[in-house]
Each structure stands twice: as C-alpha cells, then as structure tokens.
C-alpha cells in the first residue's frame, strides 16, 4: 500500500504561483510514477502532469505546457507541482496519483489516491 498525502493549496490571485507537493509513504513509495490530476466542480478529473519513478520523464497536458512544472525528490518521497501564470480556470481540488498501471492521462489505470487539496484562483 501507498499513502499520499497533498500540501500546498491555498487562494491566489490570478496571475499568481503556488507550489504543491504530495508526500508519500508505503511500500516503495520512491520507485513508482506519480501524478497530478485535478477536478473542478461539476467536471471530471482531468490528467494534469506525471513522472515517472526516476524523474527523467515528464508528462503534462497539452493545455498546461509551459506553467506547470512537476518534479520530484525521491530522498524525501515527495512529488511537487510548480503552477505559474494560475487563472481562475485553474481553481480545482488537486489530486495526486500513484502507481499508475498504464496510461497515465487516464484517471483509472491510477491505484493510489490523496485526498486533495484545494486551489482557488480569484480574479
């Protein structure tokens, strides 16, 4: 079992940064892939940005490209999420993921989820 565990969310102003971070803990918890996804209200959860256990391979979504940064510190177990640029269409409860058994844009291959954390962009 993996255990995550989201930090960082807040209210921003847009044109704001925040930075989030998702520790794990569990068995293996540095060597699988993690993820962001996010679900504002009324919508689905949408993939937002994934790398693989090691950090060399990142993955975002296409709309994302250029503001938001995912990394991660295998020494802490802790995957991060720099969001730059933020607009109030980017208010959502972020989710991260772990161990995904496939693809990694799909909500449902993902086996491990937090609990969120909310981010408010205001206008």
């Known amino acids: 079992q993996v255990q995550l565990a989201e930090s960082g969310g807040g209210l921003v102003q847009a044109g704001g940064s925040l930075r989030l971070s998702c520790a794990a803990s569990g068995r293996t918890s540095s060597s699988i892939p993690m993820g962001w996804f996010r679900q504002a209200p009324g919508k689905e959860r949408e993939f937002v940005a994934a790398?693989?256990?090691?950090?060399?391979?990142?993955f975002y979504a296409d709309s994302l490209k250029g503001r938001f940064t995912i990394s991660r510190d295998n020494a802490k177990n802790t995957v991060y999420l720099q969001m730059n640029s933020l607009n109030p269409e980017d208010t959502a409860v972020y989710y991260c993921?772990?161990?995904?058994?496939?693809?990694?844009?799909?909500?449902?291959?993902?086996?491990?989820w937090g609990q969120g954390t909310q981010v408010t962009v205001s206008s």
């Open positions: 790398i693989n256990s090691g950090g060399s391979s990142r």
């Open positions: 993921g772990g161990d995904p058994d496939g693809d990694y844009r799909a909500t449902s291959d993902w086996n491990y």
